[in-house]
Nanobody, 124 residues
Framework: VQLQASGGGLVQPGGSLRLSCAAS????????IGWFRQAPGKEREGISY???????YYVDSVKGRFTISRDNAKNTAYLQMNSLKPEDTAVYYC???????????????????WGQGTQVTVSS
């Protein structure tokens, strides 16, 4: 069971990036996916969630700017990030869980499988 996050980089404020989370060794279609981020000196925070049936949820700080999606045929999930701000700078992680409780869908403890993280830096 492996998740591979990619797509991070350096982008100017107002720019866009699309992160990918590719799964191998298991069928991602049966899992909920969470995207998390961790800025230096801060705790890891959940920012977005997509259920196995493609229901989505966003934390307020990214709502309207980020879009989570999944392509089960490609065994991959995505996080499209638009209108990026310097405060979005962090290491971004994807995670998968087969029994994520709705009330705890942005809790890292709900996700046993994690990708390695990809750095997103928003700076001029």
């Amino acid at each position: 069971v492996q998740l591979q996050a990619s797509g991070g980089g350096l982008v100017q404020p107002g720019g866009s990036l699309r992160l990918s989370c590719a799964a191998s060794g298991f069928a991602l279609s049966y899992y909920a996916i969470g995207w998390f981020r961790q800025a230096p000196g801060k705790e890891r925070e959940g920012i977005s969630y997509i259920s196995s049936s493609a229901g989505t949820y966003y934390v307020d700080s990214v709502k309207g700017r980020f879009t989570i999606s999944r392509d089960n045929a490609k065994n991959t999930a995505y996080l499209q990030m638009n209108s990026l701000k310097p405060e979005d700078t962090a290491v971004y992680y994807c995670a998968a869980g087969s029994a994520v409780r709705i009330g705890k869908r942005l809790s890292p403890n709900e996700y046993p499988h994690w990708g390695q993280g990809t750095q997103v830096t928003v700076s001029s």
